[in-house]
């Protein structure tokens, strides 16, 4: 070959050698962004099915758990005639009803709530009811005679006086052990529903009910039964209860 043309074209290939420096092209890059963009969806997925899927796994044992426990209480509530169990209310009907403008148990219905708490209590310790178990709202209720507001109070003391009814001490009725007692304090809480969701008959409607309310799955669970604080007893569980003092 001619000298002067092989000069020529190794001359050209330097040039193009120079100009066409060793870059990625455009789409090499947008081929590599989408290929990462895939993969960090993939792994992003991945996390929220994951996720998805544990929680629901724990809703599931969340029911199951609760289910197991309320069979329980079922069978509890089975062996005390007038007490009945709808959803997680436990109703005692006859058995704790209020005369007409009164919030006062008589010694029956008192050594009753004595004797069936305590039962109560013992199933809300088991690891399961432990778990999931959040509060037991003791609700009173009052007939339609007389005004919301009054009634409101009312249905209000006939909650209070259960409570009173499980701490203050009382003459010739055994009290409940002190882990019973710290329970009643961690667990129960007070509600007055006045006049609301009455029943078929005045009698009927001056009644009160224990309302059992569950951590949800995505809650922090309560402490195990292991967790109960023994705390010492405390000086107001050792005097009269407040409402026969007023």
Not at 109 to 125: G, K, T
Not at 148 to 176: D, F, G, H, K, M
Request: with cysteine; aromatic share 8%.
């Amino acid at each position: 070959m001619n000298p002067l043309v092989r000069s020529a074209k190794a001359g050209k290939t330097e040039k193009q050698e120079g100009e066409n420096p060793f870059w990625i092209s455009y789409a090499d890059l947008m081929t590599a962004l989408m290929v990462l963009f895939l993969v960090a969806l993939t792994v992003a997925l991945f996390a929220v099915t994951q996720t998805t899927a544990e929680v629901q796994e724990q809703k599931a044992e969340r029911q199951e758990e609760i289910a197991d426990f309320m069979a329980l209480l079922k069978q509890l509530t089975a062996n005390y005639p007038g007490i009945t169990l709808r959803g997680s209310t436990i109703d005692f009907g006859e058995r704790a009803r209020f005369p007409s403008n009164s919030h006062q148990l008589n010694t029956e219905q008192i050594r009753l709530l004595r004797e069936f708490v305590p039962e109560v209590l013992r199933l809300a310790r088991t690891p399961i009811a432990a778990r999931w178990l959040k509060r037991i709202t003791v609700i009173g209720y009052a007939d339609p005679r007389g005004s919301y507001l009054y009634n409101l109070n009312l249905s209000l003391q006939r909650s209070a006086r259960v409570i009173c009814t499980l701490l203050a001490p009382l003459p010739e009725i055994a009290s409940l052990s002190e882990v019973d007692r710290m329970q009643v304090r961690q667990l129960f809480i007070v509600s007055g529903a006045s006049f609301n969701a009455q029943k078929t008959s005045l009698e009927a409607s001056r009644r009160i009910e224990l309302r059992l309310e569950f951590f949800e799955a995505e809650e922090s669970p309560a402490p195990d039964a292991a967790g109960v604080n023994l705390a010492p007893p405390r000086q107001d569980d050792e005097t009269p209860c407040p409402l026969d003092q007023r």
